[in-house]
Structure formats: C-alpha cells, structure tokens
C-alpha cells in the first residue's frame, strides 16, 4: 500500500480528483458511489490529464479494473489520448499492465493500434516486452502492424527472439508467413514453404530463387563464412580439422575513441584454441546472416562480446570456414 492507502498497480499517486475517484472505486468495490458522484459532477473533464499526461481511464487501466473502464466509457472518456511518454491506456493494458481483458475492452472502444510512443515502440512492441502471449494474440487479431520498427530498428519480431520466447516468436511468425519472404506481398493464391528450414514462405519460384541467391542459401542452412586475412592453417591442420567439426571462438569488434563509428558486424575475429588459423568475418555479402550472428553474440554471448560455436571446413569453398550461429556452445576458458 502506498501512503495514499493505494496498492503498488497504482500508477503514480493521483493528482486529480477524477483520478482519485477512480482508485477509491477500484479498492473499495463501491462503483455505484462513483457513478453517483460523475452524475452530480456532469461539468467534469472526464478526460482531465495531470503533470504526467495520465487520464482517470490510464488509472482505471492500471487497476484492470474492466467495470470501471465501462463506467467511464458511459461519460465518453477518450481511449487514444497518450501520457507524457506516449503510452495510451491501451500501450498499459498490453504491456506494464498486460491485461487481455482490460485490451480487448479498449480496442472495441476504438483504441487505435499501431499508435506508438516516444520510444517508437507499437503496442505490439509493448505486448511483447511484457511476453503477455494473450496480449499479443489480441492485438494481432485487431489488426496490429508486426513491421513498425522502434527507434532502435527493431521489429516486434525483433524483439522476442531477444527474448527468446518462442511461443510469441511463433504466433509473430504466424502473421509474417502470410507475406512473400523476398517480395513482401500477400498473394490470393496462398504460398509455398521452403523445403529446407520450413519457415520462410513464397509467392512464386521466382521469389524463391531470388531469395536464396541474395542470402537465403546461409540462413536456411544456418551457417556464416569466413575470409582467410591474418594466416593460414598448414594442410596437416586443415586435412585433421575438416574431419569433424570444431569449436571457434567469434570476437565482434568495438567502438573506441580513435575508431568511435565501428559497426559491430565489421571485422568479427575467428581462431580455434591453438590459433592455428585466424579468419574474419566479413557482412558485405551476407548481411542478414552477419546481423544474426552479432545479435546472438550481444544477446547471449560473454559480456556481449564474443562467444563459441561450432565450426568447419568447407574444401569446396577454398577452405574457407562454416560457423554455425543458431547454436553456441558452452564457455571455452581459452
């Protein structure tokens, strides 16, 4: 309970009577006192913001409180009006206060869905930071748009895998297989899974050769290359190593003072234990992949660094070396 007597949903303490209203309803159950007091008090902006933006119907979200929301609906209370960071009621109900109910409400009161905030996040962004799968579901079926992308570039999509919830990741997906994976567009005619990694579906064969030319080919396979720059193993080390696979540790490099601009997707060291070969990686020809990999090393790998995966060989390729990113593996102390 806060000094106020309000419990810890409550979003900041109240600084409007309005919004006061609201929260003693809401812990005290005593709706028909508070239908009495907006009858007696009809002049009321029921749409009345305080210091942070935040309206008695932001409030009556924070206490999930579906008969209060309706309640103010009665009295015409606005759902898309945004608080000093840009978060609607409904940017609460799908995110600090994931309420699939509380959504659901809003939405067929005509809040508006692909509204984002100051951050540039979509409340499918917000939905997604609280892995409320429910909210997600809800927002998806109202149309919410999975391509807006936040201020920091990042997707919906983008974002689950961050977090590495593969129940949202898959009902994302679910919506993203119904466009073309090169060209985009959602055909009548339905689409065509790739045969190989089962996700990525096409319009046409056209589409589906393009793709695998322009990067496809490594994210299907889950692999990226190699270029020999520093020193090459000698062939005893290459004929021993291309017999099995291998662990190499993949170092991504950072900004510093005298180089401030770096991308991390720029020169991302290879060795094994021994360094017996040193290798770079190198985005220019296969970005997608390049971007995969750095964002599983920043994600998941030792101080966001560098991390371990399984290698090999490639004889065909001028022995140039396969590291395989879907997976790392344990710490190596070398």
């Known amino acids: 309970m806060s000094k106020c007597g309000f419990n810890s949903t409550t979003i900041h303490n109240p600084e409007t009577?309005?919004?006061?209203?609201?929260?003693?309803?809401?812990?005290?159950?005593?709706?028909?006192?508070?239908?009495?007091?907006?009858?007696?008090?009809?002049?009321?902006?029921?749409?009345?913001?305080?210091?942070n933006?935040?309206?008695?119907?932001?409030?009556?979200?924070?206490?999930?409180?579906?008969?209060?929301?309706?309640?103010?609906?009665?009295?015409?209370?606005?759902?898309?009006?945004?608080?000093?960071?840009?978060?609607?009621?409904?940017?609460?109900?799908?995110?600090?206060?994931?309420?699939?109910?509380?959504?659901?409400?809003?939405?067929?009161?005509?809040a508006e869905v692909n509204i984002v905030n100051k951050y540039g996040n979509s409340l499918l962004h917000t939905a997604v930071y609280a892995q409320d799968i429910h909210c997600v579901q809800i927002l998806m079926k109202h149309g919410a748009d999975i391509?807006?992308?936040?201020?920091?570039?990042?997707?919906?999509?983008?974002?689950?895998?961050?977090?590495?919830n593969e129940d949202i990741i898959a009902v994302i997906r679910t919506s993203t297989n119904l466009m073309c994976a090169h060209c985009s567009q959602k055909p009548k005619t339905g689409l065509k899974k790739c045969t190989?990694?089962?996700?990525?579906?096409?319009?046409?064969?056209?589409c589906q050769k393009l793709d695998w030319k322009y990067g496809h080919k490594q994210i299907c396979s889950g692999y990226v290359l190699t270029t020999l720059v520093v020193k090459q193993a000698d062939p005893t080390e290459i004929l021993r190593l291309s017999k099995k696979k291998f662990i190499v540790k993949?170092?991504?490099?950072?900004?510093?003072?005298?180089?401030?601009?770096?991308?991390?997707?720029?020169n991302m060291m290879v060795y094994n234990k021994d360094k017996k070969f040193i290798h770079f990686i190198f985005s220019n020809s296969q970005e997608k992949v390049c971007k995969m990999l750095v964002e599983k090393i920043?994600?998941?790998?030792?101080?966001?660094?560098?991390?371990?995966?399984?290698?090999?060989?490639?004889?065909n390729l001028n022995n140039r070396v396969k590291i395989f990113y879907r997976e790392m593996t344990s710490f190596q102390d070398w």
């Open 17 to 51: 009577q309005l919004s006061h209203q609201v929260l003693l309803a809401c812990e005290r159950g005593k709706f028909e006192h508070f239908e009495e007091y907006l009858e007696k008090n009809k002049g009321i902006d029921i749409n009345e913001q305080d210091s």
């Open 53 to 110: 933006g935040s309206t008695a119907l932001h409030f009556a979200v924070a206490q999930s409180n579906v008969k209060c929301l309706g309640i103010l609906f009665k009295y015409n209370a606005n759902t898309n009006i945004k608080d000093e960071n840009g978060f609607t009621p409904l940017a609460l109900a799908a995110g600090r206060y994931a309420n699939s109910s509380v959504s659901e409400t809003l939405l067929n009161k005509g």
């Open 147 to 164: 391509t807006i992308q936040n201020k920091k570039g990042k997707t919906p999509l983008d974002l689950a895998k961050k977090l590495d």
């Open 196 to 206: 190989g990694c089962k996700a990525a579906q096409y319009c046409s064969k056209i």
């Open 250 to 266: 993949v170092q991504i490099e950072l900004a510093w003072p005298g180089n401030p601009q770096v991308s991390a997707t720029e």
């Open 298 to 315: 920043q994600n998941e790998g030792f101080m966001g660094v560098k991390a371990f995966f399984w290698a090999e060989f490639d004889a």
